[in-house]
């Protein structure tokens, strides 16, 4: 019997948990009576920007964002935050350079309507102020420069033999900024290298002095460049000269002297090693019928 009144003691507290839960719901859905809060830190999003770039204009400042006060029934003002809320602001009219201060638009969520909710004012009431530049585009030549060291029987090539893919960079954003570019520059860092240069690599921002231009606000059209540099091995060929017996002479009746008895080679590491297979460079032929005593004989190196 106990344990009957005593369930029933429970099952009483749950409904009326429920029942209370229920009312709350339905008061709040139903309140009518309006309430205002202040959304922070709304991201501005700007309308018109065609027009500035028709017009060889650019924003500068900051992405702004704004703290709005708005009213409206709790119900309302639960669906409203820094992500669901929008504001907007028209730069079309906008045709020069400097600060200007522009006036933006609320736009609630889906499902509610700009009539549930009343926007009191934003901080600085409702404008924001922006910064406008002129804007520039430059294209500028492409450069590279070698460092570290290759193996030991190989050659670093020239710094006019780089190539680069694309051969120059489009350099874009505020006139000012851009101007200060010279060309960009592909350093190549590496140690004890035995095959040419290849694939893509980051480049830097070179002012005029020569100097890098560290952290400076504008785009670039590309991340990186294709660049190719030759690293040539090298290898010492004999040179020869053959001689063929005649006005009673052999090879062995006479002696001969080069004056440049080999030559160094560089090139690729397959076309060296085919030279250096190859054995001695066979510069002429000497027909001893032919030749006097202390004749001195120029041939040109193939």
Known sequence: ?????????????????????????????????????????????????????????????????????????????????NKTVQVTADVSNISLEG???????????????????????????????????????????????????????????NASEFRFSPATVWISGQRELVNQVDHVRVTVNVEDMTEDVSGDYQFQLIGASGDPLEDLNVTCDVETVYTTFPIRATAEIPLEVKLVSGGGLSENDVRMKLSTPSITVAGSSSAVAALEAGGAINIGTIDLASVEDGQQIVFTIP
Request: charged letters at 20%; aromatic letters at 8%; hydrophobic letters at 40%.
């Open 99 to 157: 600060p200007h201060t522009i006036l933006y638009r609320v736009i609630p969520p889906a499902g509610v309507s700009s009539s549930q909710v009343n926007i009191l004012s934003g901080v600085n009431g409702n404008s924001v102020t922006i910064e406008v530049a002129r804007f520039q585009r430059r294209e500028v030549d492409v450069r590279g420069e070698f460092y570290g060291n290759v193996a030991d029987g190989y050659l670093v090539g």
């Open 1 to 81: 019997m106990g344990k009957k009144i005593l369930d029933s003691k429970i099952l009483y507290v749950v409904v009326s948990l429920l029942i209370a839960v229920s009312l709350w719901l339905y008061v709040t859905s139903t309140d009518m009576t309006n309430d205002s809060t202040t959304i922070y830190n709304v991201p501005v999003t700007f309308e018109g920007l065609e027009f500035l770039e028709d017009r060889d204009l650019m924003i500068v400042s900051e992405k702004p964002t704004v703290n709005i006060r708005v009213q409206a029934t709790p119900t309302v003002l639960a669906s409203l935050n």
